[in-house]
């Protein structure tokens, strides 16, 4: 059975950091470009970050370049968004999936950045 299971989330300071993670099941994980996108309130779902299945390249959204460190660990199943430097902007609930072939998401993490 394949499935995301995203976890993490919570709420932050602006300009603090936040780990996400993301647990995969029932596909050949590291075969597989992986992303994590957020969907803020009253917003359509965008991509944030992505990785490809060995993990040597990476790409960001502009809105968190140099803040924003993707990851993976194959042998785990898992990938990671290493968020720093939070705004409140980055307030959204966060999904990660295939970044080219979906599958079912998953329930997503909520990361509130607030003071």
């Known amino acids: 059975q394949v499935q995301l299971v995203e976890s993490g989330g919570g709420l932050v300071q602006p300009g603090g950091s936040l780990t996400v993670s993301c647990t995969a099941s029932?596909?050949?994980?590291?075969?597989?470009?992986m992303a994590w996108y957020r969907q803020a309130p009253g917003k359509e779902r965008e991509l944030v970050a992505s990785i490809t299945g060995t993990g040597g390249a990476t790409t960001y959204a502009d809105s968190v370049k140099g803040r924003f460190t993707v990851s993976r660990d194959n042998a785990k199943k898992t990938v990671s968004l290493q968020m720093n430097s939070l705004k409140p902007e980055d307030t959204a609930v966060y999904y990660c999936n295939r970044r080219y072939v979906k599958v079912t998401w998953g329930q997503g993490t909520q990361v509130t950045v607030s003071s």
């Open positions: 029932g596909f050949s994980f590291s075969g597989y470009v």
